[in-house]
């Protein structure tokens, strides 16, 4: 297969080619390069004629690819507008679709609801943000959810609060208002607890007599003498802050 016999080839039709005999007539041509090179120039033109071979043959496949496709592109466009016809009818029913669901789902909502306000009367304050910690990780407005189901859910659910509330409140803990409100955010029992731990050692540290800060919480602040103090801290330090100041009986206001 020599310079000549590759311009005869790609002037014929690629369906043509003796795929078999020319693999074989490429391998015995490739051996000549099959050599420890010495000199650049010489390599350098025989990398140009590979080259050329391989340029002769990729030119003459893309012309055929390009044959292939002529009938496709041809088509293409008025298969597009078919198409596209169809996506605009299912785009207008995605559209009702989702505006049923969205009334499906306030519907149950609201009987969902109105069942979990008669359950949570135990759970007091902490019953409507609760309510939404438990609709956050249910399937209570999936429309395959029965109601029977959600009703059985809501029941689980405000008793396990019940009994983790009264735990919370069991532990004597001086910022037992802040932890329930951990709480009703949604964080775990084990959550809760370390941030208990946390708050002790902060006052532990100040060397704070919960019995002295109970008489202070008592007292009348005096805010037009009160100190003006800036901080600087990360987001959960200021929040640890203002939990231990809730607990002495600090009052503050944010500016």
């Known amino acids: 297969m020599n310079e000549l016999q590759i311009s005869e080839l790609t002037k014929r039709s690629i369906t043509s080619w003796d795929f078999a005999a020319m693999k ?22 025989d990398k ?13 496949r893309k012309e055929y690819r390009k044959e292939c496709l002529a009938p496709y592109e041809k088509l293409k466009p008025q298969v597009d507008e078919l198409v596209d016809m169809i996506d605009g009818s299912l785009t207008y029913i995605d ?20 069942y979990y306000d008669k359950q949570s009367a ?5 019953a ?41 409140k069991a532990q004597g803990s001086p910022f ?35 019995e002295t800060a109970a008489t202070q919480k008592e007292a009348v602040a005096d805010k037009e003498n009160g100190t003006a103090l800036k901080v600087y801290a990360s987001k959960a330090q200021l929040e640890s802050l203002i939990d231990f100041m809730n607990a002495i009986g600090v009052e503050y206001e944010y500016i």
């Open 24 to 45: 074989s007539q490429l391998k015995n041509i490739l051996k000549k390069y099959n050599i420890v090179y010495t000199d650049e120039k010489e390599a350098k033109s």
């Open 48 to 60: 140009a004629e590979l080259n050329k071979i391989k340029k002769a043959i990729e030119d003459r």
């Open 95 to 114: 559209g009702v679709v989702k505006v049923y669901k969205a009334q499906k789902e306030e519907e149950k909502l609201a009987e969902v609801k109105a």
């Open 122 to 126: 135990v759970l007091g304050e902490y």
């Open 128 to 168: 409507e943000p609760l309510f939404n910690v438990f609709l956050k990780d249910s399937k209570w407005l999936q429309v395959t959810h029965s109601i029977n189901e959600c009703k059985k859910e809501i029941l689980f659910a405000v008793e396990k609060s019940k009994r983790e509330i009264n735990e919370i």
């Open 176 to 210: 037992v208002s802040t932890l329930l409100d951990d709480y009703a955010n949604g964080k775990s029992l084990e959550d809760i607890q370390k941030h208990n731990e946390e708050l002790l050692t902060i006052t532990k540290r100040a060397n704070i007599n919960f």
